[in-house]
């Protein structure tokens, strides 16, 4: 039987997971909304008081291992956010400019509505229609006023939008 069908050892702890590399290009600021400090700060709290305690309780083996090198691999990078994260409130005076922190609603040509939330990087949640400030769709927004059209080349090809609503508040 070939050695390459056969588990050398199942109790071989995890490889150390490599850190992820910034998603901020070089000398880029790390902007973040009020709401994303929140949830970082709270996340972090919960994986120190709460996950790391029963990781720690947990029966010794290399599952529990792997699971508490991630948990601390997600500490550090929490940390390093937070240290370096610039929050930006939502601008003061008339909401009709898409700028950091926004939500805005956009048309598409063939009348679609689609809501974009520009937020930072490490706030990002594409399933939750927030994209980083430094993506393509934010970039493109940033600077629109309400009515204003904007091109933007989707994956499927280019599109016009037209910004319907702008709007900042505590989701942003």
Do not use: C
């Amino acid at each position: 039987m070939s050695r390459a069908f056969v588990r050398e050892s199942d109790d071989r702890p995890e490889l150390p997971i490599a850190r992820q590399a910034s998603a901020l290009p070089p000398g880029a600021k790390n902007y973040i909304t009020p709401g994303g400090l929140e949830r970082l700060r709270a996340e972090l709290a919960r994986l120190i008081e709460t996950e790391r305690p029963a990781l720690t309780a947990a029966p010794d083996g290399p599952e529990t291992k792997g699971h508490l090198l991630k948990l601390n691999t997600r500490i550090e990078q929490i940390g390093e956010t937070l240290q370096s994260a610039e929050v930006v409130s939502p601008p003061d005076g008339p909401h009709d400019t898409v700028r950091f922190g926004a939500t805005v609603n956009v048309r598409d040509r063939a009348g679609d509505d689609w809501t974009y939330r520009i937020v930072g990087v490490d706030e990002a949640e594409f399933d939750e229609d927030a994209v980083s400030w430094i993506s393509p769709i934010a970039r493109a927004l940033i600077g629109a006023k309400i009515g204003e059209r904007v091109r933007f080349k989707f994956p499927s090809g280019e599109d016009e939008l037209t910004i319907v609503a702008i709007h900042y508040g505590s989701s942003a």
